[in-house]
């Protein structure tokens, strides 16, 4: 299957690790990645509140691209999907598609796209090395499902199909009430303290809930979990050990995918330790 495909800003830089792991895993699924061409920044997370003329056309541009190509446009990054999806209910309608229900081109968070009911019936049948004993809670964040108007998501405050995605990956989701609380990302360097007082509270509930790790789909949510969790710990007067794994690299990982360590060996909070002690990394170690 071929879809257009939008990586955004900091996949290229910040957060290689997500990009590697979706171009890795994504041909596994048989899926066909097309990058839009010449695309450019969306306008997330600041251009909104500065000028909000220019932010929509930053999204806009590339939402046109996207339909010149024809194909549904699938979205890696929360706060781009977000903008694009906030472009998509600010443009007019081609005079084809009017009186249509569906729009010219669907713009897909990656998530939800890889966890419709084909990809993970056949993701299950091609996983080699089950995450049996895996416990984590899902954290979804708050771009890629609120406003619930803007991102057309029905299940905007109680998402479970990252749940789904790691039963299918033989892995122990645990329910939890905070998946979709705010970790205050955009805050990370003007307000450091909120972000610590809203983090920690994360890893508290997600201790609490029974986790050993956050499974995300957003290279912001994971970047603010992963990166203070020391500066946190010393404050806190706490030892925290919570690895932020992406969801692909779960899937690179169940489906033994050769360069999952040099994914994992890029966060600041070495999830391999634990993924070697539940024997899900002994092939690579």
Not at 8 to 13: D, I, N, R
Not at 51 to 57: E, F, I
Not at 108 to 114: I, K, M, T, V
Request: proline content about 7%.
């Amino acid at each position: 299957m071929k879809v257009s495909y939008y990586p955004g800003c900091s996949l290229e830089e910040t957060a290689i690790d997500y990009a590697e792991s979706i171009a890795a895993v994504a041909p596994l699924l048989d899926l066909e990645l097309a990058e839009l061409e010449d695309w450019n920044c969306c306008g997330a997370s600041a251009a909104h509140s500065i000028n909000h003329t220019l932010a929509l056309d930053l999204s806009a541009r590339n939402l046109l691209i996207a339909r010149q190509a024809g194909l549904d446009l699938v979205v890696p990054c929360a706060l781009c999907f977000n903008r694009l999806k906030v472009a998509e209910k600010a443009l007019p309608v081609p005079q084809e598609n009017k009186g249509k229900t569906q729009p010219p081109v669907k713009v897909w968070d990656l998530l939800d796209y890889l966890t419709q009911p084909e990809f993970l019936k056949s993701l299950a049948g091609k996983v080699v090395r089950p995450l049996a004993g895996l416990k984590a809670v899902c954290y979804y964040g708050c771009l890629a499902a609120r406003p619930p108007k803007v991102t057309d998501k029905e299940a905007y405050e109680n998402p479970g199909n990252m749940e789904a995605l790691l039963r299918a990956l033989g892995a122990e989701p645990l329910d939890w009430s905070y998946k979709t609380d705010c970790c205050g990302a955009g805050l990370a360097l003007a307000r450091p303290d909120i972000i610590d007082t809203l983090v920690k509270r994360l890893y508290d509930r997600a201790l609490a809930a029974g986790a050993e790790c956050f499974v995300v789909s957003c290279q912001m949510c994971q970047a603010n979990l992963d990166l203070p969790q020391k500066r946190i710990a010393k404050k806190a007067g706490r030892d925290y050990y919570l690895p932020v794994l992406y969801f692909t690299e779960l899937i690179g990982l169940a489906l033994a995918h050769p360069e999952v360590d040099k994914w994992l060996a890029r966060h600041l909070v070495d999830p391999r330790p634990l993924l070697k002690k539940l024997g899900a990394l002994s092939a690579f170690a």
